[in-house]
Every structure is written in structure tokens, then in C-alpha cells.
């Protein structure tokens, strides 16, 4: 009977995989973004959706210590879970679900690569400059096309100083990912650049150069970075000062146009904190879509809407969390010893314009 089961199972386009009867149904029509199912019951309502059902990425044979970003959705009584992105050819998964008060699990292979996907390359690696301050706190790493959202791609991403040698545990072991998976987020173990945190010392020394290297990251269609990318940094004096922004109204974009704006800051700025904590708004507190690019030498960005400006007054704001390449806010220092540098109440920095 159980064979004739999983026969019927089979040849569904809604695949069931059955565990001693309590079933997790997985419609896989998309395969890269299924639908998994289990039957919401009296016991496991009153658990939160996460504990009922869940997906992680197997990784080195073990599944991610931290669960893929999925939708949750109640309907006909099941609840229904939804990667938040596609999943990436060629992976393993495992899916976790709650029966009965306890844990069950199985497992969740995407198909292969298709022959013509386009090569995985790096876009860019900020900071843009050669040169770094003995601080620095992240690197980002963007990429032409949407990559698997791995928290542990650190483990591809090395250090090398100038005798060639691999320094051993440089990040922070957890990297972040925005715009969709394009850019990557790393950051620089604290302990290597703050004090007072016990670790293994600094991970640069001033006046020596530097390579960061970058090999075997996957994309979400399978394909991977095959050759490793190189990119050398000069590191200069320590940054201890907080930037400070402007900008220029002498030089406003004129209203109909879609005119660059240009955001000036003191020194150079932390990308990836620019390019996520800057908005702009207009008169009805509406935000004003815009790319947001660095010039070269990272100290000013460049904003161009994606419409024609209004005659209009408009307001771009800052979030508290724009730092410089030192992590350094803009009222707030990365380090202080005596609370100097602590602003009582850290808020967003607003800057106002008015576009003739």
C-alpha cells in the first residue's frame, strides 16, 4: 500500500512527501520558488510560523544556521511557506516542519543549471579608492546578476598581506546581502578594529598593501564566479572623525529635467550605508525614486531620478546609520572613551532644496 502511495505521489504535478501520514506538500511548478504546505492544526497554531515551517540551505553538508527569507501565507486551513527569492539551481535545501510536537524534516534539490547562463562577474568592490584607513569597518561586493543569498560567503572571501599569506578569521561571521542579492555586505570582525574586544589583534597595518580575493560565490541560476577576483588596498592612517554632508544649491538640477543631484560629504563614505539610508521626498512627504552612485574617490554621490523634477521643495534625508569607511557617523564616532563623541539622541539627517 505504502509503494502504490508514493506511486500516486510521483506522478502529481503537486508532489506530496508523506511521513507516516502527516504530509508536507510541495508544488514545485516553479521550481526555483515552490509552494510548501503543511496542515495548520490545533496544537502547532499556537506556534509561531517559523516553528511550524521552515527552509535552510544546505551548505558543506550542514544545514545554514540561519533559515532562507520565506512569505508566509494561510489558506484552506494549510499553511503555505514561499521562498522571498528564488532559490538558485543546483542546491539543497531542507525543509523543517512541526507534527504532533515534533520536528520532522526532509529534504528539497533544485534542478540544474541550464547550459546558457550568463557568467557570474563582479560589478564593483567598495570602497572604489586604493586607499583605506587602518579602521576600515566593511567591504561591499556587487555582482551583474542576483546571487544565492549565503550568510556564510565570508568563508570565499580572504585576506592576503603582502608575504602572501591568508590572515585567518578577518570577518564577522555572518555576511549581509541588499538589492536583491546583487550586493553583498562584509563586515571586518569588530575585534580587529575596536578596542577592547578580546580577539586576535588588528587586521591591517598602516602603510602596507593589501589583497582581497573573491572565488566560487553562486548565483541564483546556478552559474558561478569560476575565476578569483583580486582587488588591492593601500592602508593609510586610522580614521577617528565623524563626516560631515552638504548640498550644494548653487548647483541644483532645474525642474523637468532629470539632472544628476550631487550629495557632497567630507570624506569618503561607507557605500553600501549611503546607498541604503538616502531618500529623498518631496513637498507631500513622497519619496522620490533615484539611482544612487559614488564618484570616484567616494567622498560624493551622485543622485539622478528616475522622473523629471518638480517644481517642488524637497527633502533628502540620511539615516542615522550612513557612516564613513570607519563606521563613523555622521554624529556619532564608531569608538569613544569618553562619551564625547556620543550625541544624545541619534536621528536622521535632513537636508532641504528647492528645484525652480
Known amino acids: 500500500m505504502l509503494k502504490i502511495l508514493f506511486l500516486l505521489c510521483a506522478i502529481l504535478s503537486v508532489h506530496l512527501l508523506c511521513f507516516a501520514g502527516e504530509p508536507l506538500s510541495v508544488d514545485d511548478a516553479r521550481p526555483l520558488s515552490p509552494v510548501f504546505s503543511v496542515p495548520l492544526t490545533a496544537q502547532n497554531k499556537q506556534q509561531s510560523y517559523a516553528d511550524v ?5 544546505i551548505v558543506d553538508g550542514r544545514p545554514a544556521d540561519v533559515p532562507v527569507v520565506v512569505h508566509y501565507i494561510v489558506k484552506d486551513s494549510q499553511l503555505q511557506m514561499v521562498p522571498a527569492n528564488d532559490l538558485g539551481y543546483g542546491l539543497q535545501f531542507l525543509v523543517q516542519y512541526s507534527v504532533a510536537g515534533r520536528l520532522v524534516s526532509k529534504a528539497y534539490t533544485t534542478p540544474a543549471q541550464p547550459a546558457a547562463a550568463t557568467p557570474v562577474s563582479v560589478s564593483a568592490i567598495y570602497p572604489l579608492t586604493d586607499v583605506i584607513p587602518y579602521n576600515q569597518l566593511y567591504f561591499h561586493i556587487r555582482f551583474n546578476k542576483p546571487m544565492v543569498q549565503d550568510p556564510r560567503v565570508w568563508r570565499y572571501v580572504s585576506v592576503i598581506n603582502d608575504r602572501g599569506e591568508t590572515i585567518p578569521n578577518a570577518w564577522r561571521q555572518r555576511a549581509y546581502w541588499l538589492d536583491s542579492g546583487r550586493l553583498l555586505v562584509l563586515m ?19 602603510g602596507k598593501t593589501y589583497r582581497i580575493t573573491m572565488q566560487s560565490v553562486r548565483a541564483v541560476d546556478g552559474s558561478v564566479l569560476s575565476a578569483a577576483y583580486t582587488r588591492a588596498y593601500h592602508i593609510a592612517a586610522p580614521d577617528r572623525q565623524c563626516p560631515s554632508v552638504y548640498i550644494d544649491t548653487a548647483h541644483l538640477p532645474h525642474a ?5 543631484l550631487t550629495l557632497h560629504f567630507s570624506e569618503q563614505m561607507d557605500y553600501a550605508s549611503v546607498w541604503d539610508g538616502t531618500r529623498i521626498t ?6 522620490l525614486p533615484c539611482k544612487i552612485e559614488p564618484k570616484p574617490g567616494g567622498s560624493d554621490y551622485i543622485l539622478t531620478p528616475h522622473a523629471p523634477w518638480q517644481h517642488s521643495n524637497y527633502t533628502l534625508i540620511l539615516k542615522n546609520a550612513v557612516y564613513d569607511l570607519a563606521g563613523n557617523r555622521l554624529d556619532r564616532l564608531f569608538e569613544v572613551t569618553d562619551g564625547s563623541g ?10 532641504a532644496f528647492t528645484l525652480q
Open 53 to 57: 515551517l521552515s527552509l535552510r540551505l
Open 188 to 206: 571586518i570582525h569588530p575585534g580587529r578594529v575596536k578596542s577592547g574586544i578580546h580577539y586576535l589583534g588588528p587586521l591591517f597595518d598602516s
Open 256 to 260: 523637468g529635467s532629470i539632472k544628476s
Open 282 to 287: 518631496d513637498a507631500h512627504g513622497h519619496n
Open 342 to 351: 556620543i550625541s544624545a539622541t541619534a536621528k536622521e539627517t535632513r537636508l
